[in-house]
Nanobody, 127 residues
Framework: QVQLQESGPGLVKPSQTLSLTCTVS??????????WSWIRQPPGKGLEWMGT???????YYSPSLKSRASISRDTSKNQYTLQLSSVAPEDTAVYYC???????????????????WGQGTQVTVSS
């Protein structure tokens, strides 16, 4: 069974770049037809899709992030990474990595659309 684990700083200052890594075990991020995403949940709001990297390395991003997000991967470590630039307090959220068998490029998603989730990591943007 695949497992996902987020890691990264819990506190980031405004205007800095947030970097989060998802480490995957029990399955390869290059396995055909799986899509690896970053999703966040701000306080009091729903699950917001941020972006996806496919099994082949193609990337897709939410237009709501206005090019601030970048997703990359390290296949030797079976990890993929989110970088979010110019963070602001409204980027405060619980950040999740998740896997799906299809590409789901919608801004708002539900948990049952993704087969596997990390436990989530709280990120607070504050000076």
């Amino acid at each position: 069974q695949v497992q996902l684990q987020e890691s990264g700083p819990g506190l980031v200052k405004p205007s800095q770049t947030l970097s989060l890594t998802c480490t995957v075990s029990g399955g390869s991020i290059t396995t055909t037809s799986y899509y690896w995403s970053w999703i966040r949940q701000p306080p009091g709001k729903g699950l917001e899709w941020m972006g996806t990297i496919s099994y082949s390395g193609n990337t897709y991003y939410s237009p709501s992030l206005k090019s601030r997000a970048s997703i990359s991967r390290d296949t030797s470590k079976n990890q993929y990474t989110l970088q979010l630039s110019s963070v602001a307090p409204e980027d405060t959220a619980v950040y999740y990595c998740a896997r799906a068998s299809v590409l789901l490029p919608r801004v708002w998603v539900s948990k049952n659309e993704y087969s596997d989730w990390g436990q989530g990591t709280q990120v607070t943007v504050s000076s």
